[in-house]
């Protein structure tokens, strides 16, 4: 089936090059095919009263050999002036630039020029979504030097903004959809491949790069693409998607999270404890009907256990494996003596989140901006100069130090960071002849490295305080109850009547909040569980990486995306890693290298 869906956008892509001219004032492409149920091609038109990308208007940046332009607006009806636009970056190579005599450029492709091994047709694609928290993309207003990175390996480079959780789900990812049918409406007329679309985002991005990866031509956003006058009759799949900590699967977000999470509360009331234990059984059961598979085929369940909620298992021994294997992959990546150089209980920062370059400093994140690439570990920069904490996005003070135990100093062998592991209790085994380790238990890892920090409901909160709250709302910027699992839970309670009302509201196009919840829910469109499995083109490549350590979201989250995801079929390379929280985390080196290595690796 992937292969099908890939060829459809391929074929859609060719002949759209075939047909497409410069001329700004074209309202219609050639004709594009498009994919029927029956899984056949009819022939269909990218329609849109659009001028397309006007080729006269180009600026340079002779440092840099980029031509580059912004404030293009990629929809027909904005909703928020503000933030539907784009900017576009290309390598100089790709384009033959005229001077206007204005310090503007008309430029036209440059078919045989190259740029790292891509020419104008090969050049994949890169769209950046820098959403923490699910908050606005700001679109930028002038050349952004971050993107050097991305035009120097020989890709264009695609700046998209976007409304955030104050617009209310899906709007967000409504926008980078139009976004990227917009860049596939002047395929031909502009440098790049629209079979190499690739989107990357940590956090709340990383959930909505998920999404592109996920939801691709997804009929579910169709009401909304019109209600901005998207393009349409082309497609909006990506062909790949890197997702670092992508907080997702939030229909059972809250759930999971007690079940992974809830064993380090301490301070719960006898009602709100039961509530927690009822939320981790309900998981277990959600779980058990994914029917997620490990890579041998085998079936992943949970079973009752004697200690803890569904503490057993073949996927509880799943999880517990991929802790040990995190745990590992730090001690065969580390050379010792190691020096932890940032400090913090549980390891929180206690390690250099990008091999050799230094951790950000909040104090100053203008320079580390510009040492670290386009995102730091602990925010994001955009183009406007103003400077997005991710400490703060959704309300984790992510400068805390977490966990029951601390990491600091340096540590002369391994066994001397492994005693430090067990200094409260022992739970991690080592075996110096293999330089290898195991745990005891899960509980045990997340009671010594990532406790709660997140309160009961940890993404649809009692009080409706959580970002995804918001995400959920009606536009107002006001927070609305979603989660169906928590109102049976929570029924006869004090909050039984909030959550039935929320529950039952529409939003303007007439959806309800269960329908949003959907399209912003991977798996509903690559598990079986759901009814919109095989309803999407699914991106064929992903990278997905998250810092074991977070508490932002249960170690199930990205787990089960991945799973999912290998199920499905996709091309999956995943990793979870030791010592890092929420970051774009990496084994070794760094996110921006890491991230262009692995786009060169798919387009081979």
């Not at 099908?4 to 759209?16: E, F, W």
């Not at 320079?367 to 730091?376: E, I, L, Y």
């Not at 929280?581 to 690796?601: C, K, L, M, P, Y």
Request: net charge negative; aromatic share 10%.
């Amino acid at each position: 089936m992937l292969k099908r869906q890939m060829l459809c956008i391929a074929l859609s892509c060719a002949l759209l090059a075939s047909g497409c001219g410069a001329d700004s004032s074209t309202e219609t492409n050639e004709n594009v095919p498009a994919e029927t149920s029956d899984g056949s091609i009819s022939e269909t038109q990218a329609v849109s009263s659009l001028s397309q990308i006007d080729m006269t208007h180009w600026q340079y940046n002779e440092e840099t050999d980029v031509y580059w332009q912004t404030g293009i607006v990629y929809c027909e009806n904005p909703a928020d002036e503000t933030y539907e636009n784009l900017g576009i970056f290309v390598p100089g190579a790709y384009l033959t630039g005229t001077p206007n005599g204005n310090g503007t450029y008309t430029c036209e492709v440059n078919p045989s020029g190259s740029a790292a091994g891509y020419t104008a047709n090969t050049a994949p694609i890169v769209i950046p979504v820098e959403t923490p928290g699910y908050m606005a993309m700001d679109a930028p207003t002038e050349y952004v030097n971050s993107t050097s990175a991305y035009t120097d390996a020989g890709f264009v480079y695609v700046y998209p903004g976007c409304r955030g959780r104050d617009a209310g789900a899906p709007a967000g990812v409504t926008d980078l959809k139009a976004a990227i049918r917009f860049i596939r409406y002047n395929d031909g007329i502009i440098p790049g491949s629209t079979d190499r679309i690739f989107s990357f985002g940590m956090s709340g991005g990383g959930a909505q790069s998920a999404l592109l990866g996920a939801t691709g031509d997804s009929e579910l956003y169709t009401p909304y693409l019109e209600a901005i006058g998207a393009v349409s009759s082309v497609s909006d799949a990506v062909a790949g998607s890197m997702c670092w900590c992508p907080i997702t699967n939030l229909d059972y977000a809250s759930e999971a999270y007690e079940w992974n999470l809830g064993v380090t509360r301490t301070d719960l009331s006898a009602d709100m404890q039961e509530l927690s234990d009822a939320m981790a059984e309900q998981f277990a059961l959600y779980l058990n009907d994914l029917n997620l598979k490990d890579e041998t085929g085998n079936r992943l369940t949970l079973a009752a256990s004697e200690d803890g909620i569904y503490q057993s298992g073949s996927y509880y021994d799943y999880l517990k494996t991929v802790i040990e294997t995190s745990l590992n992959h730090f001690l065969e990546d580390t050379t010792f003596p190691y020096t932890v150089t940032g400090g913090g209980r549980g390891g929180l920062g206690g390690l250099n989140d990008f091999g050799d370059m230094p951790l950000l400093d909040n104090d100053n994140p203008d320079t580390d901006f510009k040492a670290r690439g386009p995102k730091g570990d602990k925010g994001e920069m955009i183009p406007d100069g103003n400077f997005i904490d991710n400490n703060e996005a959704d309300g984790i003070d992510r400068n805390l130090t977490s966990g029951n135990i601390t990491l600091s100093g340096t540590y002369e062998t391994v066994q001397d960071y492994i005693n430090a592991l067990n200094a409260e209790k022992t739970w991690v085994i080592y075996d110096e002849n293999t330089n290898t380790a195991t745990v005891t238990s899960i509980a045990d890892f997340v009671s010594a490295l990532k406790p709660a920090s997140k309160d009961l409901g940890a993404f649809d909160a009692l009080d409706q305080s959580q970002g995804e709250n918001v995400l959920f709302g009606y536009g107002d910027g006001n927070g609305a109850h979603f989660d169906p699992t928590m109102a049976k839970l929570l029924t006869g309670s004090d909050y039984a009547a909030e959550y039935s009302e929320d529950l039952a509201r529409t939003d303007a196009l007439g959806n309800s909040v269960a329908y949003r919840v959907n399209m912003y829910n991977p798996l509903y469109y690559i598990n079986d569980y759901y009814e919109g499995y095989g309803s999407s083109n699914v991106a064929s490549y992903w990278r997905i990486r998250t810092g074991i350590n977070q508490s932002d979201t249960a170690l199930s989250t990205e787990v089960n995306l991945a799973l999912a995801l290998e199920n499905y079929g996709a091309d999956v390379d995943f990793e979870t890693v030791w010592g890092q929280g929420h970051v774009e985390a990496e084994r070794t080196g760094d996110s921006t290298s890491n991230f262009i290595a692995w786009v060169g690796e798919c387009c081979k």
